[in-house]
């Protein structure tokens, strides 16, 4: 069982920029795909962002809208998942939230549900 617990939310202005952690606990030695979702209101929860862990690992995947301003990223010493944003604007305001999935095949493109672990969710707003 994996435990997760984000970070790092806030109020932000427009323009500036914001970094979430994600913490992976237990049996984080088997995750083999991270990610972060996030979900506005009346909105569905959409990736923001994906990539492989492990050996052989690293590989990202960026949804359009977050591409080259977001950055993804882990500490696998401290068991970390970082989502580092840049350029924020109205639009990028949603819960935010991070996930981890054990198989690596359709990390980058497969279905949500296929993450089994999530976290509580940080709030992100820029105005």
């Known amino acids: 069982h994996v435990q997760l617990v984000e970070s790092g939310g806030g109020s932000v202005q427009t323009g500036g920029s914001r970094t979430l952690s994600c913490l992976a606990s237990?049996?984080?030695?088997?995750?083999?795909?991270a990610a972060w979702f996030r979900q506005a209101p009346g909105k569905e929860r959409e990736t923001v962002a994906r990539?492989?862990?492990?050996?052989?690992?690293?590989?990202?995947h960026y949804s359009d809208s977050v591409l080259g301003r977001f950055t993804i990223s882990q500490d696998t010493f401290d068991n970390t998942l970082y989502l580092q944003m840049d350029g924020l604007d109205s639009d990028d305001t949603a819960m935010y939230y991070c996930?981890?999935?054990?198989?690596?095949?359709?990390?980058?493109?497969?279905?949500?549900?296929?993450?089994?672990?999530w976290g509580q969710g940080t709030q992100v707003t820029v105005s």
């Open positions: 996930a981890a999935r054990r198989l690596w095949p359709g990390c980058l493109r497969g279905t949500r549900a296929d993450f089994t672990s």
């Open positions: 237990g049996d984080s030695d088997t995750i083999n795909c």
């Open positions: 990539m492989t862990i492990g050996v052989g690992g690293g590989t990202k």
